[in-house]
């Protein structure tokens, strides 16, 4: 039932920019991208979401393709503190009230 | 800023206990959830309540479980006999309103572990 292909793992320099791929091939067209991260045994926390622009916030910036096929979220400056599993969910915004977690990607900061 | 808060942090309980995990939501939220997460696994809607009923529950929310708003800034979940398989985080959420559509905003957890 996954809408969406992530991958398992990924590692990133800190101070470097982390950039987060995900695979939505499937997405139809009333359909937003939304990023979530959890921090080890923290509860869930929203980044940001889009429909099809380019969205930046304090957080995090989301590049969806034209196609709406996959989306890339961007932490401009990775620091040890960004290092979580970071989920990528494809919802409708009206109809689908609850989150559908997957299994996301664990982002590891390197100092 | 405000937050979603939770309490206890850790309950443990011998199987067939009831337990009831609490939450306060902010303040002017309208909408609440509870979400699991068992050790190592994917993080998993419970329930959804608006307007003082259940709006969606999944298939983990059977009888067992129940929810309840007991007065304007509590919201509980309540396990009647409690498994060992219940053994998990909990995570209450809540969301703001209907004026557009309103990111949920987590609490940080409970960890019910039960005996």
């Known amino acids: 039932d996954a809408k969406t292909t992530q991958p398992t793992s990924m590692d990133c320099a800190e101070g470097r920019a982390a950039n987060l791929p995900c695979n939505h091939s499937t997405i139809s067209g009333n359909e937003y991208v939304y990023w979530y991260r959890q921090i080890h045994s923290q509860g869930p926390q929203y980044i940001i979401h889009g429909l099809k622009n380019n969205e930046t916030n304090e957080m995090a910036s989301l590049i969806i393709t034209e196609d709406r096929k996959s989306s890339t979220l961007i932490l401009p400056h990775a620091t040890l503190r960004d290092t979580a599993v970071y989920y990528c969910?494809?919802?409708?915004?009206?109809?689908?009230?609850?989150?559908?977690f997957g299994k996301g990607t664990r982002l590891h900061i390197l100092p | 800023e405000p937050e979603v808060t939770q309490t206890p942090s850790h309950q443990v309980t011998q199987m067939g206990q009831e337990v009831i995990l609490r939450c306060v939501p902010i303040s002017n939220h309208l909408y609440f959830y509870w979400y699991r997460q068992i050790l190592g696994q994917k993080v998993e809607f419970l329930v959804s309540?608006?307007?003082?009923?259940?709006?969606?529950k999944s298939e983990i929310f059977d009888d067992q479980f129940s929810v309840e708003r007991p007065d304007g800034s509590n919201f509980t979940l309540k396990i009647r006999s409690t498994k060992l398989e219940d053994s998990a985080m909990y995570f209450c959420?809540?969301?703001?309103?209907?004026?557009?559509?309103?990111?949920?905003?987590f609490g940080p957890g409970t960890r019910l572990t039960v005996l």
């Open positions: 309540f608006y307007n003082n009923e259940i709006s969606e």
């Open positions: 959420a809540s969301r703001p309103g209907t004026s557009g559509y309103n990111e949920q905003f």
């Open positions: 969910i494809v919802r409708a915004r009206a109809q689908d009230d609850k989150i559908i």
